[in-house]
């Protein structure tokens, strides 16, 4: 079985969204379930095919994320250093074109949020920048083109 990286605050989160869904998701959704049951023909019972759907893309969900849990490989990222780019680094970019600067942390796929700026290690601008040091600059291939960046920082918080 291959292993799934994931830091300690991904863990944790994925954790979360398991019992969420066992604990407030399954409840709710048998409890559709039992009530379009009551309203009779269950052949012609929208609600019910709607519920039972529901019921199971979550279970199909649960189990996908306690298999990623029960691979997890942990890695704590507060025990990490260096200068290289690595997993669970956080890297500060700033854009050759338009010099805006960003930062993002590389993180395991499961926890990967663009949002928060949580890129997947199999991400393009993750692979590019693994290995890489304070001062390479890297060349990402994107949708919209190839973008050029400068690496700043790299941190391990």
């Given at each position: 079985?291959?292993?799934?990286?994931?830091?300690?605050?991904?863990?944790?989160?994925?954790?979360?969204?398991?019992k969420?869904?066992?604990?407030?998701?399954?409840?709710?959704?048998?409890?559709?379930?039992?009530?379009?049951?009551?309203?009779?023909?269950?052949?012609?019972?929208?609600?019910?095919?709607?519920?039972?759907?529901?019921?199971?893309?979550?279970?199909?969900?649960?189990?996908?994320?306690?298999?990623?849990?029960?691979?997890?490989?942990?890695?704590?990222?507060?025990?990490?250093s260096?200068?290289?780019?690595?997993?669970?680094?956080?890297?500060?970019?700033?854009?050759?074109?338009?010099?805006a600067?960003?930062?993002?942390?590389?993180?395991g796929?499961?926890?990967?949020?663009?949002?928060?700026?949580?890129?997947?290690i199999?991400?393009?601008?993750?692979?590019?920048?693994?290995?890489?040091?304070?001062?390479?600059?890297v060349?990402?291939?994107?949708?919209?083109?190839?973008?050029?960046?400068?690496?700043?920082?790299?941190?391990?918080?």
């Amino acid at each position: 079985m291959e292993k799934v990286p994931m830091t300690a605050a991904g863990y944790a989160a994925v954790e979360a969204i398991v019992k969420q869904l066992k604990t407030v998701e399954r409840p709710r959704i048998i409890a559709a379930i039992a009530e379009a049951r009551a309203h009779g023909d269950l052949s012609e019972n929208a609600e019910y095919h709607a519920a039972k759907d529901q019921q199971g893309l979550t279970e199909a969900r649960v189990a996908d994320l306690e298999g990623k849990l029960s691979r997890a490989d942990i890695i704590d990222v507060s025990k990490l250093s260096g200068k290289q780019v690595k997993f669970g680094a956080t890297v500060t970019l700033i854009d050759m074109d338009t010099k805006a600067k960003v930062k993002y942390q590389i993180v395991g796929e499961v926890e990967a949020d663009v949002k928060l700026k949580k890129i997947s290690i199999t991400s393009p601008i993750a692979r590019a920048l693994i290995g890489k040091s304070v001062g390479d600059s890297v060349e990402v291939s994107t949708p919209g083109g190839g973008k050029c960046y400068e690496i700043k920082t790299v941190k391990f918080v």
